[in-house]
């Protein structure tokens, strides 16, 4: 499975000298569209719509969730990054901590399965499924990740978008009762 996953790793790096356009556009893909995130749930929260309120706390704590549990995977297995072993070529700066699994897209994909399974936030949560794609592609083309480290993070996600969404949603709707009591416009 190492082979394989070095050996697809290979196939979608990129060369030492990219085209510079294809490099500014797996930047920004890698980078910066995690920025549309906090933006996306803000608005959620803020809007005065019940619905998009509930949408955007149940994706947050879906994302926390998410994110809490990779923590434990990298402690668990620490695999290291591409670049800490030498393969490839890295083309961003980022920390010699664990690759499995890719927290961006975790966190990415997290949001977006919650907002998914919210039938108001439906076709906002599968665009973020979507864009999701070319972020992994982004994040292995630049050299940071593995594919299965995408992979990893597609599980995660899933799992903590439905335990958030479905199997825990009495629980969540208590805890989202006593959090919608704060004020909600700025």
Same mark, same amino acid.
């Given at each position: ?7 697809? #790793?290979? =196939? ?6 990219? &085209? @510079? !356009? ?5 930047? /920004?893909?890698?980078? %910066? ?9 803000? %608005? ?10 509930? +949408? ?6 879906? &994302?926390? /969730? ?5 923590? #434990? ?6 695999n290291p990054r591409p670049f800490v072993i030498g393969l490839g070529h890295t083309l961003i700066a980022h920390a010699a901590d664990p690759s499995f699994p890719s927290d961006h897209l975790t966190l990415f994909?997290?949001?977006? =399965? ?5 039938? &108001?936030?439906?076709? $906002? ?8 794609? !070319?972020? +992994?592609?982004?994040? =292995?083309?630049?050299? $940071?990740? %593995? ?9 995660? &996600?899933? +799992?903590?978008?439905? @335990? ?6 009495? $629980? ?6 006593? /959090?919608?009591?704060? !004020?909600?416009?700025?």
């Open positions: 499975m190492l082979q394989l996953n070095q050996h697809l #790793f290979l =196939i979608l790096n990129a060369p030492a000298s990219p &085209a @510079l !356009p294809l490099l500014v556009l797996a930047i /920004c893909l890698a980078e %910066y569209l995690i920025w549309s995130l906090p933006l996306l749930l803000l %608005y959620g929260w803020f809007s005065g719509r019940p619905v998009l309120r509930r +949408a955007a706390f149940d994706a947050g704590l879906a &994302a926390l /969730c998410a994110l809490t549990v990779n923590q #434990f995977i990298g402690l668990a297995w620490p994909w997290s949001v977006g =399965i919650a907002l998914w399974l919210t039938p &108001a936030t439906r076709r $906002v949560g599968g665009g973020l499924l979507l864009l999701g794609l !070319p972020m +992994a592609w982004a994040r =292995i083309y630049l050299g $940071v990740h %593995y594919p299965l480290d995408m992979l990893g993070a597609a599980v995660v &996600a899933g +799992a903590m978008g439905v @335990l958030v969404c479905r199997t825990a949603r009495p $629980v969540v709707g208590r805890v989202f009762d006593r /959090c919608a009591a704060l !004020p909600g416009r700025l």
